[in-house]
């Protein structure tokens, strides 16, 4: 009655009584209250004022306790995670709700997630774990991480969180902070000490790396490169992949300069060299400033200009010739480039050759001639007119016997058959045979 009379608003007062009330109400139930009436009992119970001095909250939580079914399901339910309460949490957690959330729900995981500080901080204050992951090993500095939550990633490193733990597939905090291009979350965990044991910054670093040249995130890469822990021509543990590559690979033309700036090696080598990778992707850019940047041809496991004439990247197949490819490099096999280009059905990367001076009259080395290897590709009978314009043998043979329609018989290849024939390819005893068992060509 005291804090009623002392105060002068009457609609103060009235709405005192009522959460009086309404707590009076609630707190009869022969039944715990449910998660819902629990928050709601809370939040009369702080609203109406019913102690005063002394360890109020202390009385309002044992109330709470008393009343409660489950003071951990109200603070776990999604109506308190959606629109938490702190004032009504705290409650929660005196009467003995538990920090974590129900078993194997990590609350400070989804408010990591959602960036709310104030929760977070109440949960770590009551002893909340933090190392508890998710089913694929998240952590909430993980989780905060990825959603470039600072200020919260700052807090958790500051309350012990552990800053190399790994989630299922071996990534830290670092590596998320690379991958979603947070540079000044980033900036906070290089600075960090980090422990012997475990992933060390070297090698998550090396990763961060790889995953900021793939997403092209420059200033991270930036931060990265001028890092001690950080070579940047040096192999990733988890994927070996070299960074420079890694760009190649996805296009990432400025994550490239960068990397060369910061003394990427042109001609490295990760299964493929980085012009080798950029050629055969068709990303003309990173094509161009390899090649300006002193890149080897002869590092590629296969000609470049072999590669582009196979995968039909035309435009980067141009810039290789206007810097003086070679245009009849031979593989292992006796192939040149229009052999590629034929063999894969690349007809304006065969046209673009045979333009360019390209020799269309070589065998390879099991003496099988243009119309050979154009004899196996389907749905492409216009490689056959433009290779007998070049003047070609249609009946030429490999070191087998086999011409170009016996090839086309046996390996059922119907439209390109009655191309060459309708060409003049002639019918023989090898032709017969090829045919046996093939109805529709017979």
């Not at 170009?404 to 019918?427: C, Q, T, Y």
């Amino acid at each position: 009655m005291k804090i009623l009379n002392s105060m002068k608003n009457k609609g103060q007062k009235n709405f005192i009584i009522f959460s009086f009330i309404t707590a009076l109400k609630l707190s009869r139930s022969s039944k715990g209250l449910g998660p819902e009436e629990t928050l709601e009992l809370g939040h009369h119970l702080l609203k109406a004022s019913l102690f005063r001095g002394g360890n109020t909250k202390d009385l309002h939580a044992t109330w709470l306790a008393m009343a409660s079914g489950d003071t951990t399901t109200a603070l776990s339910h999604v109506k308190n995670i959606a629109a938490p309460n702190v004032k009504v949490s705290r409650l929660l957690l005196l009467a003995g709700a538990h920090p974590d959330g129900l078993e194997g729900q990590n609350l400070i995981l989804k408010f990591a997630s959602n960036g709310n500080l104030d929760m977070i901080q109440l949960l770590v204050e009551f002893g909340a774990t933090l190392s508890l992951a998710d089913a694929a090993g998240i952590t909430a500095l993980m989780k905060a991480t990825q959603n470039g939550h600072f200020e919260i990633v700052s807090f958790l490193l500051k309350s012990g969180a552990e800053i190399n733990s790994t989630d299922s597939k071996g990534t830290t905090a670092l590596v998320y902070a690379a991958k979603f291009g947070h540079n000044d979350i980033l900036q906070l965990l290089l600075s960090q000490p980090w422990p012997l044991a475990g992933c060390s910054q070297a090698t998550s670093g090396r990763e961060a790396l790889i995953v900021a040249a793939k997403e092209g995130h420059l200033d991270v890469l930036e931060t990265l490169i001028n890092h001690p822990s950080v070579d940047v021509n040096e192999p990733c543990g988890l994927s070996n992949e070299v960074a420079l590559c890694a760009a190649a690979s996805h296009g990432q033309l400025g994550s490239c300069q960068i990397l060369i700036k910061g003394g990427a090696n042109v001609n490295v080598i990760n299964d493929q060299s980085p012009l080798f990778i950029a050629v055969k992707e068709g990303h003309y850019g990173i094509v161009d400033l390899l090649l300006n940047q002193g890149a080897d041809v002869s590092k590629c496991q296969q000609s470049p200009v072999s590669v582009a004439a196979s995968e039909g990247q035309v435009g980067v197949l141009e810039l290789l010739l206007t810097r003086n490819a070679d245009i009849e490099a031979l593989s292992p096999e006796g192939m040149t480039p229009v052999a590629f280009a034929v063999s894969k059905g690349q007809t304006r990367s065969l046209d673009l050759l045979i333009k360019a001076g390209a020799n269309v009259q070589g065998k390879d080395k099991n003496k099988r001639n243009l119309l050979h290897h154009a004899s196996l590709v389907k749905s492409n009978v216009k490689l056959v007119e433009i290779l007998l314009e070049c003047g070609l043998d249609i009946e030429a043979m490999d070191k087998d016997g086999m011409r170009p329609i016996d090839m086309a018989i046996g390996h059922g290849n119907e439209a390109m058959v009655a191309s060459l024939l309708r060409k003049g390819a002639k019918l023989g005893p090898t032709t017969w045979a090829m045919a046996k068992g093939k109805p529709k060509i017979a």
